[in-house]
């Protein structure tokens, strides 16, 4: 099992920058996939970003070019980096590793991002 702690979250105007980390209770470098995904209210959860341990990563369309998905093996910590951030933005990130075998999805408790004026 591996712990997943969210933070960084917080409030921000339009336009601005914030940083999230992950931080696990054990090694990464095991875990095939680690992403970000996001649930604003109402809503159903959506896939943020997304880095598997070769290093590719997948973008959701509304944020390509704005965040950054990026992983240290040895500091066992995702982050994600969001830049121009937008109202729309506003939800609660959770931080999610995905081991193909055996099978196992490991979830952070989230952390809540507010972009408003």
């Known amino acids: 099992q591996v712990q997943l702690v969210e933070s960084g979250g917080g409030l921000v105007q339009p336009g601005g920058s914030l940083r999230l980390s992950c931080a696990a209770s054990r090694s990464i470098s095991s875990i095939n996939v680690m992403g970000w995904y996001r649930q604003a209210p109402g809503k159903q959860r959506e896939l943020v970003a997304s880095?598997?341990?070769?290093?590719?990563?997948i973008y959701a369309d509304s944020v390509k070019g704005r965040f950054t998905i990026s992983r240290d093996n040895v500091k066992n910590t995702v982050y994600l980096q969001m830049n121009s951030l937008k109202p729309e933005d506003t939800a609660v990130y959770y931080c999610?590793?995905?081991?193909?075998?055996?099978?196992?999805?490991?979830w952070g408790q989230g952390t809540q991002v507010t972009v408003s004026s």
């Open positions: 999610n590793g995905y081991r193909m075998i055996p099978s196992e999805h490991y």
């Open positions: 880095i598997t341990s070769g290093g590719p990563t």
